[in-house]
């Protein structure tokens, strides 16, 4: 059975930072054609944030404050977030996807306010 769980959410301040992990069960991360990361704030669509596949990419408005990366290793994929700002609140979620299927964690929220 396939299982993503992620970890590291929390509350912090503007300028602050944290660091999410999710950790793969029954599945190598290094077998996913892509993982990613993606939030969803309060009353919004889930949006993507970060992806790595053929390629490695993030979104405009979180380039040069998250990195998101990938352990074969650790079995885990990363997302190192620095600089927070109040728009960064929201649930992340870590996403896998192999040939047709997709999986999903159980989200980690994230909060940021003064």
């Known amino acids: 059975q396939v299982q993503l769980v992620e970890s590291g959410g929390g509350s912090v301040q503007p300028g602050g930072s944290l660091r999410l992990s999710c950790l793969a069960s029954?599945?190598?991360?290094?077998?996913?054609?892509?993982v990613a990361w993606y939030r969803q704030a309060p009353g919004k669509q889930r949006e993507l944030v970060a992806l790595?596949?053929?390629?490695?990419t993030v979104r405009g408005d979180v380039q040069g404050r998250f990195t998101i990366s990938r352990d074969n290793a650790k079995n885990t994929l990363t997302l190192q977030m620095n600089s927070l700002k109040l728009e960064d609140t929201a649930v992340y979620y870590c996403n896998g996807v192999i040939d047709m299927n997709t999986f999903w964690g159980q989200g980690t929220q994230v909060t940021v306010s003064s």
């Open positions: 029954g599945i190598k991360m290094s077998d996913f054609n892509a």
């Open positions: 790595i596949s053929t390629i490695t």
